[in-house]
């Protein structure tokens, strides 16, 4: 970590020219979290931005070395928290493709439709995080109302209403509630009839164009070479989506469009989680009605062992390409781990982005971003 | 009937009767002084529970519901707990500045006070040129602000009193020709004469579309001049952590924070006067029977009525819109706003020689 | 592009390069030499591997390998990129002017192997803090992702 006097050396120091170096982070309102931005500042413009990280860094790559191949899932809950369900599947795919089990049809479409649910839950916390960092508060507790139903509908199925810790290698820890099927169904009710509403409210509105639209540009030369996925990839036209390249659980069953914007800039971000949200509501619906009967979870022996080999699974999270690289050398721990995570690569880009627009900027740029800092951190 | 105007009608009768003129002058001071401070701060707890009401309303959330009935000793507790904090004095700061810029910001949030006509023949000060009194003196907050900014030796404090800097010297322009309208339409710089001009009509819907644009611009640049969202770049959290307060820090902060509501109401205050009738009731040109009973209702009713309308006006765009970078915000004032108020001065003065209006 | 046409088209660049088809995708292992003029080759037409999506290290406590995973998103063929590097002076040209998103990626594999990126801009530690902590020899190297870093501190024993 940056100690104390380095923070102070740095905030007082004045660079050529009368530029100003302002720390922004760890503690700032518009980093949502423990990031640290070292930002150069010429009166309102940037000059340069360093991120600095390992603030919520917890080793994770290392601790997962010693970690069974059941209880290294539980870690990933707690890298991108907003989709903790996401990285649980993307971890017991990985074991399932290493075992080679096979997974049981139940499993499958359950995974899927709760995958999206967090992917709407992620989205919806997005923008209400992203309006405030523009200034605007309502859409805030708009956004919160329909995901504290999908919250609700978590802790009646996995009992946790954020790291649900749910999937298991070979389906699900246990079957969903009963009322399952009827509570999602009330929330895509609720979700169609109000998503107008805050939509309206920041969509449409002409100071928040004028703030998004032409700001934080990113072409899609600089979208693939920096390694961006996700929405911000596809904002800037480039085809990402991992449901549609590499289809897994029951994501080769359900029609749905991979959203692609090709401006590149904050509003077709913005633009893009909007209308993935209402996609993830088409692929729910078709599930919904046709979860199959059977079991939820498939035989598998109490301990796990891989393979020998090298497995990689990509998932898509909200927030982009989740990849898990594990090196397994038969045993019942994974000789080497590493998670690709999103957020890491759609942060590399934030200098060369928001490098010369104002401070203004930067906030709705990182805001489009969608950074989750222990994502980042690992 | 028991208006504000027979209170102090008797009260100064009383006192010249019981003392001398100059003792009489004296005593009547300290009452009005004794009487603004109270307003200040029952102003202050009222509009801001009132704003975290109007803002839970629009927000689908309660609102503060737990100290008193309905939450309305919440601001009064709130207020408890800034003057128990430390108020801390950070060791790099110009501490003399930093200590005077609140003081100076509450003082001119004072001094704007003085001519504004609460009712009836109640009003602090007449004084001719009221109009010009308040712009002048308005202006004058930036000061406070700048030496906030300043004194505080934080980088973001600093980048906040400067925008806020920009943002108030820019705006004050497009608020003085809006205020100009009315000046040239009434002939007069006289808060008193200008509520008096409006006793058939109020300038808004007796003055022409020249003057509904004036409102509008006015209404925007006092949003900006009171550093409220959309405008409230000065202490952009989400940017500049709280901008020119950052270090400010219990009673301290607690009087910008006042300020800042204080100066929402003077104005709305001045908006109400100018362009809505300031105290005088709704009259509709013959309708004999209605105006007869628009006149029942105490004229001090009518003045907060209104000036409590504009302030919610204001507090529903806080909680609207998203704010405007520093640059779209000093495009607005120069390139949009400031020939369009100058242009919109032009026609009313044409009208004003002309005699168009009614 | 078939797998086959791939090692044809890697072997007329890197002649060294060995293949193992076991896996998902394609691995190929190259000298280190050769990786730089290889990526370049590979980035242009008619592979178009634009898109670097993992890059890591594995200490195999006798080497260590540099991992590539690459993708193109127009073609859609990834592969797996090694490079096998001396453990006690490991050292490897950057990848960073060839895919942006290397830079950051190999300072983290820098402070957690211990690899020097040749050439790289910024060579600095991301996520560790600059100074090595007190107690800890940093002229043996102080490397947390390598199979014998031992922290004294909070090190967790199975």
Redesign the interface.
């Known amino acids: 970590m940056y100690n104390q006097t380095e923070i102070i050396k740095d905030t007082t120091e004045l660079g050529p020219e009368g530029e100003l170096v302002v720390n922004m982070g760890p503690q700032h309102p518009a980093t949502h979290g423990v990031l640290h931005l070292v930002v150069t500042l010429n009166g309102e413009t940037i000059k340069k931005i360093e991120p600095h990280l390992g603030y919520i860094h917890r080793s994770i790559e290392k601790m997962c070395e010693s970690l069974t191949y059941r209880q290294f899932i539980y870690v990933t809950s707690r890298m991108d928290y907003l989709s903790s369900h996401i990285n649980n599947t993307a971890c017991a795919l990985l074991v399932e493709k290493g075992m080679q089990i096979e997974v049981p049809e139940r499993a499958k479409v359950v995974r899927t439709i709760l995958n999206e649910l967090t992917r709407i839950a992620s989205h919806e916390l997005w923008i209400g995080a992203m309006a405030m960092d523009l200034g605007a508060f309502t859409p805030f507790f708009y956004a919160f109302r329909e995901r504290e139903m999908i919250t609700e509908i978590m802790e009646d199925t996995c009992g946790a209403r954020l790291t649900m810790n749910y999937i298991v290698p070979s389906g699900l820890m246990y079957d969903i509630h009963p009322e399952f099927q009827t509570k999602v169904k009330a929330f895509i009710k609720q979700f169609k009839e109000k998503v107008t509403e805050y939509e309206d409210l920041v969509t449409g509105n002409i100071i928040f164009q004028s703030r998004t639209k032409g700001v934080g540009v990113l072409t899609p030369e600089d979208a693939i070479s920096y390694g961006c996925s996700g929405p911000v990839a596809r904002a800037s036209g480039v085809s990402c989506d991992m449901r549609k390249i590499a289809p897994y659980d029951a994501y080769d069953k359900v029609e749905f469009d991979e959203i692609i914007e090709t401006a590149g800039d904050s509003f077709a971000r913005y633009m893009v989680r909007v209308k993935e949200m209402n996609q993830s509501i088409r692929i729910i619906e078709q599930l919904i009605d046709n979860i199959p009967e059977g079991d939820f979870v498939g035989k598998t022996k109490n301990v796990l062992k891989l393979n020998k080999g090298e497995f990689y699974q990509r998932v898509e999270t909200a927030r982009g390409e989740l990849g898990v690289y594990v090196v397994s050398e038969g045993g019942t721990t994974p000789y080497r781990i590493k998670f690709r995570s999103p957020g890491f690569s759609n942060l590399s880009v934030l200098d060369h982005i928001a490098n010369g627009s104002k401070i203004g900027d930067l906030m709705a740029t990182m805001g489009t971003l969608d950074l989750v800092i222990p994502d980042i951190d690992r | 009937m028991l208006s504000l105007e027979s209170i102090t009608k008797t009260t100064q009768d009383w006192l010249l009767a019981k003392f001398t003129p100059t003792l009489a002058l004296t005593i009547e001071c300290v009452i009005v002084i004794l009487l603004a401070i109270t307003l200040f701060a029952v102003l202050g707890l009222v509009l801001v529970l009132l704003e975290r009401k109007v803002a839970a309303r629009i927000q689908i959330r309660l609102g503060p519901n737990r100290v008193g009935p309905g939450g309305i000793f919440q601001t009064a507790a709130d207020t408890l707990k800034l003057i128990m904090k430390e108020g801390l004095t950070p060791d790099t700061a110009d501490k003399f500045l930093f200590n005077l810029a609140p003081f100076i910001v509450m003082m001119v949030a004072m001094l704007l006070l003085a001519p504004i006509a609460f009712a009836k023949n109640f009003q602090i000060w007449d004084i001719n040129i009221g109009v010009l009194y308040i712009s002048a003196i308005s202006s004058l907050s930036v000061i406070g602000i700048l030496m906030a900014g300043w004194a505080s030796n934080n980088k973001y404090s600093l980048l906040g009193a400067m925008r806020s800097g920009a943002q108030i010297v820019s705006y004050e322009l497009s608020a003085g020709f809006a205020v100009l309208t009315i000046v040239v339409l009434t002939g007069s710089l006289q808060i008193s004469e200008i509520v008096a001009s409006q006793e058939n009509g109020w300038w808004l819907f007796k003055g022409h579309i020249p003057v509904v644009i004036a409102f509008v611009l006015y209404i925007i640049a006092v949003t900006a001049e009171t550093n409220r969202a959309p405008f409230d770049l000065a202490e952009a959290e989400s940017e500049l952590t709280a901008g020119f307060h950052t270090e400010y820090s219990g009673m301290k902060f607690a009087l910008f924070f006042l300020a800042e509501y204080i100066n929402i109401f003077i104005v709305c205050a001045i908006g109400a006067t100018l362009f809505l009738g300031g105290w005088m009731p709704l009259h509709f040109g013959h309708w004999e029977g209605f105006n007869h009973i628009m006149d029942y209702i105490p004229s001090s009713v009518w003045f907060m009525g209104k000036t409590f309308l504009l302030i919610f006006l204001i507090m529903w765009f806080r909680w609207t819109f998203p704010r405007l970078r520093v640059d779209q915000l000093l495009n607005l004032e120069w390139k949009y706003l400031l020939p369009i108020s100058l242009f919109n001065l032009l026609l009313v003065t044409v009208i004003a020689i002309m005699g168009w209006h009614f | 592009m078939t797998n086959e046409e791939i090692k044809a088209y890697i072997s007329s660049h890197a002649p060294e390069a060995t293949f193992d088809e076991?896996?998902?995708?394609l691995?190929i292992t190259v000298d280190a030499n050769s990786l730089k003029s290889l990526t370049t080759a590979l980035l242009g037409q008619p592979m178009e591997m634009?898109?670097?999506?993992?890059l890591?290290c594995?200490?195999w406590k006798n080497h260590l390998t540099m991992?590539y995973?690459l993708s193109s998103?127009i073609h859609?063929h990834p592969i797996?990129l090694k490079v096998n590097l001396d453990r006690n002076t490991p050292s490897i040209e950057t990848l960073c002017f060839t895919?942006?998103?290397a830079?950051?990626?190999e300072r983290e594999v820098f402070e957690m192997f211990g690899v020097q990126f040749l050439n790289h801009p910024d060579l600095r530690n991301?996520?560790?803090?600059?100074e090595t902590p007190k107690g800890i020899d940093a002229s043996k190297g102080y490397w947390?992702?390598r199979k014998d870093f031992e922290d004294p501190i909070n090190m967790?024993k199975?």
């Not at chain 3, 634009?50 to 993992?54: E, G, H, Q, S």
């Open positions: 076991t896996g998902e995708w691995n634009n898109y670097l999506f993992n890591t594995v200490d991992v995973h998103t859609r797996v895919w942006r998103t830079e950051m990626l991301l996520i560790l803090e600059e947390p992702l967790i199975l």
